[in-house]
């Protein structure tokens, strides 16, 4: 079982445009604090990064940044949307927003690079 399936996420979407990736927060992934723990919200933007990345190239991470605006509460769905901001030939960087729901609000925003190279065959 993969580190994603563990924390029940799900893809909804696999493009190289538009990748989309859901999780529910349950009790196992709170904080101190009753809110969903960091960790947790940086895991669904990194394997939203991760799918999206590796669609048309392997990738690996080179670079990731993220900022945390809103708590999220035990129950609520989280959507991390991944788009591209710039894919040149060995650099590709990568924007996505973990949402409340669907259209929700953005809880936090990651920036990721990766470093890449063709599919081989």
């Known amino acids: 079982m993969s580190y ?4 029940g996420m799900t893809i909804l979407d696999a493009s190289p445009d538009l990748t989309r990736v859901a ?10 604090h009753g809110t969903a723990h960091g960790g947790l919200i940086f895991s669904l933007a990194d394997e939203a990064f991760a799918v999206i990345s590796n669609l048309d190239a392997q990738a690996v991470a080179a670079e990731t ?7 999220a509460r035990e129950g609520e769905r989280l959507v991390a949307v991944a788009t591209p901001e710039r894919v040149g030939r060995t650099l590709a960087t990568y924007r996505i927003e973990v949402r409340r729901g669907e259209e929700g609000e953005v809880l936090a925003l990651f920036l990721g690079t990766v470093s890449r190279r063709e599919k081989q065959s």
């Open 23 to 32: 999780l529910t927060v349950t009790e196992a992934g709170l904080n101190m």
């Open 65 to 71: 940044h993220m900022s945390f605006f809103r708590a």
């Open 4 to 7: 994603a399936e563990v924390l």
